[in-house]
């Protein structure tokens, strides 16, 4: 299994980040990387994929935080980026719900990183919420380039999901999957969005500490835990879990070359 977005640099792993680590890497687990959002955490980051073999980090600044983009701080994440075991940028993206900066700001910020993420040939690692139509937009302008990267933590509708898809993109699963049950006959439409994607487009991530599966619901998350989103996707598509964890593995390995 790769955990393809885990934010094991947080506080809340102060105090058994060894043993977290120890957890996925002996149940199972592969690789892991490690996302930045912010300078420190992307310095963190790739400090513990420096000192971990099978931890890789990305490098960038999270729309919450697109005032703190500008020509120093960007420097710095290309810096953070020219290391060998940062192979992607982000999390990047549009985040018109929580509205903590400007949408033009958060924009610029975008394109700003798309652009960096461009010149190296990197993917990217997109936060996208209530912001998809612009999004789709800002990146259909850049569609002549061949840059390529995850939509993380998709919860939208098939629509949105194929415009990506049709862009190049992945589609990454998070823990949220897990919340909706599928006993009514009323399905909700990640479960659509999830039958209908070719297995070769799909990440597994856990967003840790956030948003933990069932059944571990409402506890802290981390890396290990991602089998609970894969096992989801497999009784959605009704097919294996060993398929599931195979194929996204081999598709997080394809899109970061890790
Ligand atoms: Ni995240």
Redesign the pocket.
């Known amino acids: 299994m790769i955990d393809t977005?885990a934010?094991i640099d947080f506080k809340e792993y102060n105090k058994d980040r060894e043993e977290v680590i120890k957890r996925f890497f002996n149940n199972g687990g592969e690789k892991m990387i490690n996302?930045g959002?912010d300078l420190q955490s992307s310095k963190r980051s790739y400090k513990l994929a420096k000192n971990n073999e099978n931890i890789f980090a990305s490098a960038g600044i999270?729309p919450h935080d697109a005032d703190s983009v500008n020509k120093n701080s960007l420097k710095i994440i290309e810096e953070i980026a020219m290391h060998y075991k940062t192979i992607a940028i982000g999390?990047i993206g549009l985040d018109f719900f929580k509205g903590t900066t400007s949408r033009e700001k958060q924009i610029e910020a975008f394109r700003l990183q798309i652009e960096l993420a461009d010149n190296h040939n990197m993917p990217v690692?997109i936060?996208c919420r209530d912001a998809h139509n612009d999004l789709i937009d800002i990146l259909k302008e850049y569609k002549t380039s061949n840059w390529k990267g995850v939509i993380?933590?998709f919860t939208a509708s098939w629509e949105i999901a194929k415009e990506y898809i049709n862009l190049g993109f992945y589609i990454g699963f998070t823990g949220i999957i897990t919340y909706y049950k599928d006993e009514f006959n009323n399905k909700p439409e990640i479960f659509k969005v999830i039958n209908n994607i070719p297995l070769d487009r799909i990440l597994i991530e856990t967003?840790c500490p956030?948003l933990s599966p069932i059944p571990k619901r409402g506890k802290r998350n981390e890396p290990l835990y991602v089998k609970h989103v894969a096992e989801k996707i497999a009784h959605i598509k009704k097919i294996s879990f060993e398929e599931v964890k195979n194929i996204t593995s081999k598709n997080a390995k394809k899109l970061f070359g890790i």
């Open positions: 977005h934010h996302v959002c999270h999390e690692i936060h993380h933590c967003d956030y």
